[in-house]
T-cell receptor
Framework: EAGVVQSPRYKIIEKKQPVAFWCNPI?????LYWYRQNLGQGPELLIR????????DSQLPKDRFSAERLKGVDSTLKIQPAELGDSAVYLC??????????FGPGTRLTVT | AQTVTQSQPEMSVQEAETVTLSCTYD???????LFWYKQPPSRQMILVIR??????QNATENRFSVNFQKAAKSFSLKISDSQLGDAAMYFC?????????????FGKGMKLTVNP
């Protein structure tokens, strides 16, 4: 069984530029999560999807962040424009209606 | 709001010895789930072990076991016969019961070094 796939693994951009991250969850997993992990911290949830519906986006900075999960499978997280403080690792996870979340390898974003 | 605290930022252990990682949490729920995740330099979070709060028996997975003290809200991880591959960041995490918020609440993590 393939795990959660994320791309790119690394991204370096200048501030004020846009950036997008892609996630492909484990096949059949209906719940998808995006977490942000700042240096020296544990991950924090940005948004959770149940199929196509965003059911918890309370921690998503909506002025510059957006996400979508078309057809309830792949998901894209976008930042526009990026700020220096957005430098972090962005983790995607998926689960199948239970409490066990499987994580992808993450995208390390550096904003200069 | 639920919080998870890992008070030890770093620990080291000699290969083949035993080490215990501590974690405390705060919640008003009576039923919930607790997890230990391992994050090697590759960054992928790997589930090590999980514990359901309603179970009195401590979870065990091969060399990994937990000491779950519900009244004290303590959830420590014991690694026996430590191996070089155990070196990583370890995160304790809390999840609300089914039907509530499904997000994981993580501690700040602890860096484990295994010395040969």
């Amino acid at each position: 069984e393939a795990g959660v796939v994320q791309s790119p693994r690394y991204k370096i951009i200048e501030k004020k530029q846009p950036v997008a991250f892609w996630c492909n969850p484990i096949s059949g997993h209906n719940t998808l999560y995006w977490y942000r992990q700042n240096l020296g911290q544990g991950p924090e949830l940005l948004i959770r999807y149940e199929n196509e519906e965003a059911v918890d986006d309370s921690q998503l900075p909506k002025d510059r962040f957006s996400a979508e999960r078309l057809k309830g499978v792949d998901s894209t997280l976008k930042i526009q424009p990026a700020e220096l403080g957005d430098s972090a690792v962005y983790l995607c996870a998926s689960s199948l209606q239970n409490y066990e979340q499987y994580f992808g390898p993450g995208t390390r974003l550096t904003v200069t | 709001a639920q919080t998870v605290t890992q008070s030890q930022p770093e620990m080291s252990v000699q290969e083949a010895e035993t080490v215990t990682l501590s974690c405390t949490y705060d919640t008003s729920e009576s039923d919930y789930y607790l997890f230990w995740y391992k994050q090697p330099p590759s960054r992928q979070m790997i589930l090590v072990i999980r514990q359901e709060a309603y179970k009195q028996q401590n979870a065990t997975e091969n060399r990994f076991s937990v000491n779950f003290q519900k009244a004290a809200k303590s959830f420590s991880l014991k690694i026996s016969d430590s191996q070089l591959g155990d070196a990583a960041m370890y995160f304790c995490a809390y999840r609300a019961p089914q039907g509530g918020s499904e997000k994981l609440v993580f501690g700040k993590g602890m860096k484990l070094t295994v010395n040969p």
